[in-house]
């Protein structure tokens, strides 16, 4: 494109990130990054009530542990005097005026235009509507049509020193050589009062591309009030969802690069991303597929971030300072298994991994297998502690252990030998198999777990 490229993605502090203003970020990123261009990030806190900081600290915080680096930075309640400007500029041409108005029967209701009444004020600015046909094509949807006449002439500003968010959006987009504005189709009703906006001041319109909504599995759209935290980017952080694979999964939401390939990286998708591909029907936001991604890139993570993150939830949990050791026996366990690595902590919760913290305690009736007896336990419990004493240091790997026991139990019954086996060294009735889990323990403590079994049973 000839065309210098700046798009943005411009959240308001209200709540958490939402995943869909995630994919709108993420797109928009994408789009400008695949371009040369610039990417802007722009906090739209216009309403004071209800932005927070904390909330906007979340945003960047967000966008940083994603990846999503921006090029500029602005927040809309620092930029007071630009907006003043151009109020002032359009009451003075006679395309705004101040208007008388009724105070609402509630102090919070809200005006079909958007203006929040939280106050008892009797005056707003109000744009003087041309009540004119507004066509612009959008690059998703086409050539929309909408008769501004409906709109009436809607409020621009509180005050001189307190624009509304239509006034804003539209000021900064130009301010700021916004050349593309991809948002969600929610934002479609916006896109003409923005228009006329935009002719007002003299400006050019961007490019449009309305995104198709996120959807829940149930086809209504993505929301807090409805789907609960579900819907926001911290809820999936401290699940320990990884952001590569909150980065692929969302990037397939509603848009397909062609072809049979499912992993995409950041960067992979920056060369690759194309606008004409995104569909118009909103796309189901699967978490099903979300844990299927994420399985697959902890299974792709390097060893030493994985056990990181392994150590990281141990801690969480509770654990205080797991060993190395430690860490890689949970490893073994639960890599190929969990889809994110919050699980390992609720693992350690469940007790799951007691027998690597502690010598198991049990009554001698949980060694028995169905139908066996106190007797055939302890011979099986004998046999296996021969057998494992005699492999050397070095050869004690499940692989050599298996071999020791497996055809003995073939001969006497897997259950009846390696059920009280497992149990012996786990103390648990669902485990790792009890090879792997003899070699994770080692040799001198398998052979101390097994003979304790045995003396509980004499």
């Known amino acids: 494109m000839s065309q210098k490229i700046v798009t943005r993605f411009a959240p308001s502090p209200t709540g958490y990130l ?28 216009t309403d004071k009530e209800r932005s927070k900081k904390e909330f906007e600290d979340g945003i960047v915080d967000g966008m940083k542990w994603l990846g999503l680096s921006y090029d500029e930075f602005y927040r809309q309640s620092d930029r007071g005097a630009v907006y003043k400007k151009y109020i002032e500029k359009l009451l003075a041409e006679g395309k705004a005026y101040v208007s008388k108005e009724e105070l609402p029967a509630a102090p919070s209701a809200a005006t079909a235009d958007g203006a929040a009444r939280t106050d008892k004020r009797d005056e707003v600015v109000r744009f003087k509507n041309p009540n004119k046909i507004i066509k612009f094509t959008d690059l998703i949807r086409g050539e929309i049509k909408f008769d501004t006449t409906e709109l009436g002439d809607f409020v621009i500003a509180k005050s001189v020193d307190e624009p509304v968010f239509h006034l804003a959006v539209a000021v900064d987009d130009y301010e700021m050589g916004i050349s593309h504005v991809i948002r969600g189709e929610d934002h479609i009703s916006n896109t003409p009062r923005h228009i006329l906006i935009f002719e007002a001041i003299g400006a050019k319109p961007p490019t449009f591309a309305h995104l198709p909504l996120v959807l829940a599995p149930d086809r209504s759209k993505l929301s807090k009030r409805k789907h609960g935290e579900m819907v926001a980017l911290e809820y999936y952080r401290e699940r320990g969802y990884l952001p590569e694979a909150i980065i692929n999964f969302l990037a397939l939401i509603g848009w397909s690069p062609g072809g049979n390939d499912e992993f995409f990286s950041l960067e992979k998708l920056a060369e690759i991303f194309d606008l004409s591909h995104i569909q118009k029907g909103g796309a189901v936001f699967n978490v099903e597929k979300l844990d299927w991604f994420n399985r697959e890139y902890v299974k792709r993570l390097d060893e030493k971030s994985r056990l990181a993150a392994i150590k990281d939830e141990l801690r969480k949990a509770g654990i205080g300072q797991p060993g190395d050791k430690t860490t890689r026996m949970i490893d073994s366990i639960v890599t190929g298994r969990i889809s994110r690595f919050a699980e390992v902590g609720e693992m350690v919760k469940r007790g799951e991994f007691s027998y690597l913290f502690a010598m198991p305690r049990y009554a001698k009736e949980k060694l028995l297998w169905q139908g066996s007896n106190v007797a055939q336990a302890k011979n099986h419990l004998t046999y296996i502690h021969e057998s494992l004493a005699k492999l050397a240091d070095k050869e004690f790997k499940k692989e050599n252990i298996k071999d020791a026991i497996f055809p003995y139990a073939d001969k006497e019954g897997r259950g009846n030998v390696l059920w009280p086996m497992r149990f012996a060294l786990t103390g648990l009735s669902k485990s790792p198999d009890p090879f792997s889990v003899a070699e994770m323990l080692g040799k001198k403590e398998s052979l101390i777990r097994l003979d304790n079994a045995v003396n509980l049973l004499s």
Do not use: C, P, S, W
């Open 18 to 45: 939402h995943m869909g203003g995630v994919r709108t970020a993420l797109f928009a990123y994408l789009f400008a990054r695949r371009n040369g261009g610039k990417f802007i990030l722009r906090i739209e806190d």
